[in-house]
């Protein structure tokens, strides 16, 4: 089993930087990639971001490049996610995940942390 425990959520302005952190723990070697997701009131859960454990490989979805960027320190065992010229419709409750080496399915998931963006 992976734990995962996030910090660093808020309420922040229009244009505002805020950075959320994930720390992992457990059966870490069990992991392919950390994500993060993210659910706004009455929509589904969309993928945001994610970082291979091992290569640092990143990728972004279409609407946060260019504004967030995932990152790990290894040696902290903790995944970034700094979001710079945050929006109102980026509020959302953030979600960090784990991917699964074998299965490549995203089975550990964190309690989430808020994100309000005031306009």
């Known amino acids: 089993q992976v734990q995962l425990v996030e910090f660093g959520g808020g309420l922040v302005q229009a244009g505002d930087s805020l950075r959320l952190s994930c720390v992992p723990s457990g059966r870490t070697f069990s992991i392919y990639a950390m994500a993060w997701f993210r659910q706004a009131p009455g929509k589904e859960r969309e993928w945001v971001a994610a970082?291979?454990?091992?290569?640092?490989?990143?990728y972004y979805t279409n609407s946060v490049k260019g504004r967030f960027t995932i990152s790990s320190d290894n040696a902290k065992n903790t995944v970034y996610l700094q979001m710079n010229s945050l929006k109102p419709e980026d509020t959302a409750v953030y979600y960090c995940?784990?991917?699964?080496?074998?299965?490549?399915?995203?089975?550990?998931w964190g309690q989430g942390t808020q994100v309000t963006v005031s306009s």
């Open positions: 995940a784990g991917q699964l080496k074998d299965s490549m399915t995203y089975a550990y």
């Open positions: 970082i291979t454990w091992s290569g640092g490989h990143t």
